[in-house]
């Protein structure tokens, strides 16, 4: 398998992976990589047999420039996702990205709907998810489609070098060094808010002490996570969404 089609069906498997796990329903959402070396971009196109995130298929993912415009041979009336700036503007921005996903997680969504902060309420229970609250998830304020380019680097000054971006009354963009990583994120700030709002609807949630919150700051600052634990998280999500 040459790298290229690896990393079309690794781009296809992650939209499967979120979709199952109820990160995006329907058609909303895409996951996209850049090609490695180059100012290319793979992404979740939309067109004839599309059946939804949930069942993306390698043959769906197509090739963008950083204009957003398909490059190379698509198939017939494939086109790319309207939210392609998204994608674009952040690959533009930020060199050590390799990987952007965009989807619309309900649970997230709330809270950007309701103006609560995303509070970091457990520690050990998930470190990962704790990281993110900790180093803090700008919102978008815009809840329109993020459908030209100027919206896209509107979108970017807001996410800065964050992993994760909150879009209000919309959805959520993360981004990774990988397309196992940045899905990931989305995983862990889904994670987050799911336990937050269980929280709010048993009492009123409270932050850990500001003591462990330095403890986990510190673990998280030498070398970040090892990539065989977030290659060994990825096989976990992939076995349990697995057909
Ligand atoms: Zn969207």
Redesign the pocket.
Known sequence: MSESKDLRARVAEACRVLARLDLTKAA??HVSARVPGSDRVLIRARGPGELGVRYTTEEQIVEVDLDGKIVGSAAAGLSAPI?VF?HTAIYTARPEVNSVV???PAIVVLFTICNKPLLPIFGAYDPSALQLALEGIPTFDRSV??STPELGDALMRTMGSAKTCL?RG??ITTAGTTIEEAALHAIHLNELAAMNYQAHLLGDPRPISAEDQAAFRALARPTGRPSERIAALWRYYQTLTAD
């Open positions: 909303t959402g939210e998204i965009h989807v619309h489609l993020v879009m919309h959805g």
